[in-house]
């Protein structure tokens, strides 16, 4: 007769088998400029304050596909660049291939634009 323990590691692997996979929370951030220039790559230019952590995450770059299409209407760049908007979203790491070499960077992949940003809330922007 076969009999089988439930073990701490058999438990965890059976759970991470069979849970879905979660998504990554959204969160409130301003997105801007930095002021950082370099003249190699990548180039950490731009960053977003997490509002709910105060962290600020170096270097993100912003994808604005998932934005409903009023919120694309919006003159974004602009808003974007001076950090003007509170975008909400997540924080996404992809892997990409800048002057031939591989790098994985932080994407902030916005889903909405949650109200105009306050003044204190720019503080890490350059152009504010």
């Known amino acids: 007769m076969l009999v089988f323990r439930r073990t701490p590691l058999l ?11 979660v998504a990554a929370a959204e969160s409130s ?3 801007c400029d930095n002021g950082l220039r370099c003249v190699i790559t990548p180039c950490p230019s731009n960053s ?3 509002l709910a952590t105060g962290k600020i995450i170096k ?3 912003i994808d604005i596909e ?3 299409q009023q919120d694309k209407a919006l003159d974004l760049s602009d808003k974007l660049y001076a950090g003007k908007v509170v975008v909400v979203g997540s924080i996404e790491n ?11 960077l ?14 204190s809330e720019r503080g890490h922007c350059s152009a504010h």
Do not use: F, H, N
């Open 94 to 104: 992809r892997t990409q291939t800048l002057d031939g070499k591989q790098y994985t």
């Open 106 to 119: 932080p994407w902030l992949v916005a889903t909405g634009i949650e109200r105009a940003s306050r003044d």
């Open 59 to 61: 270097g993100v770059a």
């Open 11 to 21: 438990v965890a692997i059976v759970s991470i088998c069979v849970l879905p996979s």
């Open 48 to 50: 977003a304050l997490e």
């Open 29 to 31: 951030y301003v997105y």
């Open 66 to 68: 998932e934005l409903p």
